[in-house]
T-cell receptor, first 117, second 111 residues
Framework: GAVVSQHPSWVICKSGTSVKIECRSL??????MFWYRQFPKQSLMLMAT?????????EQGVEKDKFLINHASLTLSTLTVTSAHPEDSSFYIC?????????????FGSGTQLSVL | DAKTTQPNSMESNEEEPVHLPCNHS???????IHWYRQLPSQGPEYVIH???SNVNNRMASLAIAEDRKSSTLILHRATLRDAAVYYC????????????FGTGTRLLVSP
C-alpha cells in the first residue's frame, strides 16, 4: 500500500528556534497533503491543506506566519514551525491521499513529536 | 463540517466481536463514511470506508444504516493490537475533501 514518510520522528529544540518537519509520499504522487497537530489525549486538529505548487490553505485560527508550509513537489511537503515556543510542543502529523475524490483513503505519516524547551 | 458522534470509550475482551457505533444524522448524499484508527504515539491508519452498502475488508466490516444516519464498525475478533482510538469521519466533496476528526472512541481490549 501507499506509504507516507514523516521525518523527524521527534525533535527537541530551544525556544525561539525554527523546526522543519518533512512529509514524503514514497510511492505515489500527492497533489494535496494535510497537516494536523495533536495534543495529549485529544483528537487531531487540522491545521492546513498543502497544495503542490500553490499556497497552503490554513484552517481558522492557525497562524500562517507561524506555521510555514511548502509543497514544492508532488512527493514532498514541509511544515516549518518558526520561532517555536513551549506552547507549540505537540504531535504533528501529515497525511496524503492518492486522489482528491471523497472515496479516496488517506495515508498518514507516523508523526513528529515536537518538544520546545 | 458534518459532525459525527461516537461514544468516548468501549471495552471488549480478546477474541470477542466489537461493534463501534457512529451517528452522523447530518450526512449528505455524497459524503463518504471513513473509519480510521490511531494506536498510541502513531499516526492514524485507514480501516474502512463506504457510501451506502455494507463493506468488508481484511480488517473490519462497515455496516451502514439504510438512511445513512448511522454506521457501525465491526471488528469480528478483537485482539490486544486492536486497542486504539477509532475515528468515524465524513469526507465531503468540498474544500479539498479534507478529513476533520472528531473525538473518536477509545477501545480497550482485555485479555
Amino acid at each position: 500500500g501507499a506509504v507516507v514518510s514523516q521525518h523527524p520522528s521527534w525533535v527537541i529544540c530551544k525556544s525561539g528556534t525554527s523546526v522543519k518537519i518533512e512529509c514524503r509520499s514514497l510511492d505515489f504522487q500527492a497533489t494535496t497533503m494535510f497537516w494536523y497537530r495533536q495534543f495529549p489525549k485529544q483528537s487531531l486538529m487540522l491545521m492546513a491543506t498543502s497544495n503542490e505548487g500553490s499556497k497552503a490553505t490554513y484552517e481558522q485560527g492557525v497562524e500562517k506566519d507561524k506555521f510555514l508550509i511548502n509543497h514544492a513537489s508532488l512527493t514532498l511537503s514541509t511544515l516549518t514551525v518558526t520561532s517555536a515556543h513551549p506552547e507549540d510542543s505537540s504531535f504533528y502529523i501529515c497525511s496524503a491521499s492518492l486522489g482528491q475524490a471523497t472515496n479516496e483513503k488517506l495515508f498518514f505519516g507516523s508523526g513528529t513529536q515536537l518538544s520546545v524547551l | 463540517d458534518a459532525k459525527t458522534t461516537q461514544p468516548n470509550s468501549m471495552e471488549s475482551n480478546e477474541e470477542e466481536p466489537v461493534h463501534l457505533p457512529c451517528n452522523h444524522s447530518t450526512i449528505s448524499g455524497t459524503d463518504y463514511i471513513h473509519w480510521y484508527r490511531q494506536l498510541p504515539s502513531q499516526g492514524p491508519e485507514y480501516v474502512i470506508h463506504g457510501l451506502t452498502s455494507n463493506v468488508n475488508n481484511r480488517m473490519a466490516s462497515l455496516a451502514i444504516a439504510e438512511d445513512r444516519k448511522s454506521s457501525t464498525l465491526i471488528l469480528h475478533r478483537a485482539t490486544l493490537r486492536d486497542a486504539a482510538v477509532y475515528y468515524c469521519i465524513l469526507r465531503r466533496n468540498t474544500g479539498f475533501q479534507k478529513l476533520v476528526f472528531g473525538t473518536g472512541t477509545r477501545l480497550l481490549v482485555s485479555p
